[in-house]
């Protein structure tokens, strides 16, 4: 019994290095959203492609959709399009843009330097709505179910392996449940 | 001459040095973020500044919002600042950021169960290393006691012992 308590130092040792090896691979930056599952937030604003209609919750894709902040200053941003745009080309699913804390002059410059995967892009300059979904800085890739339930959320940007390991099996398993209702 | 610029040159460095701390100590805490906003009373203002002296930017993570120029933080402190002015207590803003980001939003975590270690893990730990500092005292008190308590052989053994010391042979 003595000899194997020699052996409780080597144990917590284990622990330890165990718990810090793996919080060496853990992103700071990508907190937990109290959002999933909620719904999302009212909004009464307008889009950069029609600036004179105010969209509100209910004008929103009645499937699943990616909804996507976005900012013409957002180098990420541009880093992600590409592949959205590729995704849009193949109707894979609606992309809903909210274009976050920017001048929509600018934005609309960035649209059509870059191109728009989106099916619109919510003007949300001064950010609120932004807060309303716990957004904390551009690009955040939320995806909404028909109900207009947020079900996942992805902080950062988004590359091809993401998309194909996180984004799109979670994107199905969204489908799966709706289809199963 | 060289031997005479040797003290000048050093004391006028020690100005300097001193003249460089008191410009250190003097700047005092700086103020990253400054609003224009108007408050009604003194009071509003203090709890505006202790609301955004609470919660922590989610953006640059390790600053609170007032000390943070970051975009959302500047968003926050405004719904804060607008929050208190239409009469908010200081219980439904915090629901409003909880609500949003969460926990993390808190320096000073709520005590839940996920949060439970946050708060109690460091007693974990004393309580872990008192426990391992009773077992070494424990443990050294018996080696103390055989050392002092020797039976009449043992006595005389060592009085001979000694007397072989006093005369080497």
Known sequence: MSRLKLFVPVGVFLVLALLLWRGLYLDPRTLPSVLIDKPLPEFELPTIEMADVTLSKEDLPDEPFLLNIWGSYCLPCLQENPIFMAAAEQDLVPIVGINYKDKPHLAEMWLEDNGSPFEYSIIDEDGRLGINLGVYGAPETFIVDGNGVIRYKHIGVIDYQIWENEIMPALEAVRAETAQL | ?169
């Not at chain 2, 040095?17 to 108007?38: E, I, N, R």
């Not at chain 2, 970051?70 to 600042?81: N, P, S």
């Not at chain 2, 009773?134 to 009085?159: C, F, H, K, T």
Request: net charge negative; aromatic share 8%.
């Open chain 2, 1 to 169: 001459m060289s031997r005479l610029m040797f003290a000048p040159a050093r004391s006028m460095r020690l100005t300097l040095l001193t003249l460089l701390a008191a410009l250190m100590l003097s700047a005092g805490p700086v103020q990253a973020a400054v609003d224009a906003f108007a408050f009604d009373t003194p009071e509003q203002e203090e709890r505006f500044r202790h609301l955004s002296n609470e919660f922590r930017c989610p953006m640059c993570q390790n600053t609170n919002l007032t000390g943070s120029s970051g975009g959302v933080a500047e968003d926050l402190r405004r719904e804060i600042y607008m929050m208190i002015m239409e009469g908010q207590s200081d219980e439904e803003i915090t629901r409003f950021m909880l609500d949003r980001y969460g926990d993390f939003i808190l320096y000073r975590p709520r005590l839940t169960g996920e949060t439970i270690l946050l708060w109690f893990g460091p007693l974990l730990f004393l309580l872990v290393g008192g426990w391992v500092v009773m077992g070494i005292i424990r443990r050294a008190r018996p080696v103390e006691r055989v050392a002092v308590e020797l039976d009449s052989a043992e006595q005389e053994r060592l009085r001979k012992l000694l007397e072989k010391v006093d005369e080497p042979s």
